[in-house]
């Protein structure tokens, strides 16, 4: 079972690191923008995906000038918004996707995007993670092992290097 799901994920992480190589790059420089004009990124992410501000705020290496977003934060014009959630009909990412666009603020969303319209609509970038169901058959011809935390957490890394590179450019 370990074998057959290293190779599914391996293939998951293959297919967003391929497919998704130019949504990173626009999320990155929105998020850029954020920085190099004295703004701050903001991080909010639903459910398991908590787990990428957690990274981004607390982790080994953190991001310069990132905070968790939370309902009483004071957005700027130059200030931006990482929304991350396992889909991307999630209602509370739409809710606050919805708020910052009444705002005026930028954002970007990493999500998995499904069948129904949702936040890969209204942002401004945005990072499929392709991945809608389990990557491994179980006995009962379902699906199991979901590893959107894992795989939320892949495209972080590749948006913080793309954001770092851009900051560090600038500089």
């Known amino acids: 079972m370990s074998k057959m799901f290293m190779t599914q994920l391996s293939g998951l992480i293959k297919r967003i690191s391929e497919k998704e190589e130019f949504s990173i790059e626009d999320a990155g420089r929105l998020l850029a923008q954020g920085l190099i004009s004295e703004g701050t990124i903001y991080m909010k992410g639903f459910g398991e995906m908590a787990v990428i501000e957690t990274e981004a705020t607390e982790g080994a290496e953190t991001l310069q000038n990132v905070h968790r977003w939370t309902p009483s ?9 990482l929304i991350a959630s396992r889909f991307s009909d999630d209602p509370g990412a739409l809710t606050l996707a919805k708020k910052l666009i009444d705002t005026g603020i930028p954002f970007a969303a990493i999500s998995s995007k499904r069948e129904e319209t949702g936040i890969e609509e209204l942002a401004d970038a945005f990072i499929d993670l392709r991945l809608t169901q389990g990557i491994l058959p179980d006995d009962e011809g379902g699906r199991t092992g979901f590893p959107s935390s894992i795989a939320g957490l892949y495209a972080y890394f ?11 450019e600038y500089d």
């Open 73 to 81: 934060a004071r957005l700027t014009e130059a200030d931006r918004v």
């Open 158 to 168: 590749l948006l913080k290097m793309t954001i770092e590179e851009i900051v560090n």
